[in-house]
């Protein structure tokens, strides 16, 4: 199993979303982040706001998947999270030893 860790711009999640709805992914966790990375001290657009700034507002969203889907959910939500410009983001895949859904003690790929 791998978990797939993605930060992302905030207006790109509603098309992550699909894309990954659309690979048959059942769920996915997502927090409101700031951060900095090659932008930093870059002027950003956000909400058709122009400002500057050393924390930028990203999404993070992280994913559990089966090792045979992993590299589609990496590559669907590279399509659906690119704009081709600075601060698109990053993503990253981790394995993952264990998985364990509480409601029914089902473990690892079952319980993705």
């Not at 711009?9 to 982040?33: C, I, N, Y």
């Amino acid at each position: 199993m791998k978990l797939i860790v993605a930060i992302i711009k905030p207006f790109k999640l509603d098309e992550v979303r699909e894309a990954l709805a659309g690979l048959g992914v059942q769920g996915m966790t997502v927090s409101e982040v700031k951060g900095f990375g090659r932008q930093k001290g870059q002027t950003e657009i956000y909400r058709g706001a122009e400002y500057t700034t050393n924390m930028v507002p990203k999404i993070k969203i992280e994913v559990a998947a089966a090792d045979d889907l992993a590299p589609r959910v990496v590559e669907a939500v590279q399509q659906a999270a690119h704009t081709g410009s600075i601060g698109d983001g990053k993503i990253f895949v981790l394995d993952l030893g264990q998985a364990v859904r509480i409601r029914t003690g089902e473990t690892n790929d079952i319980a993705l």
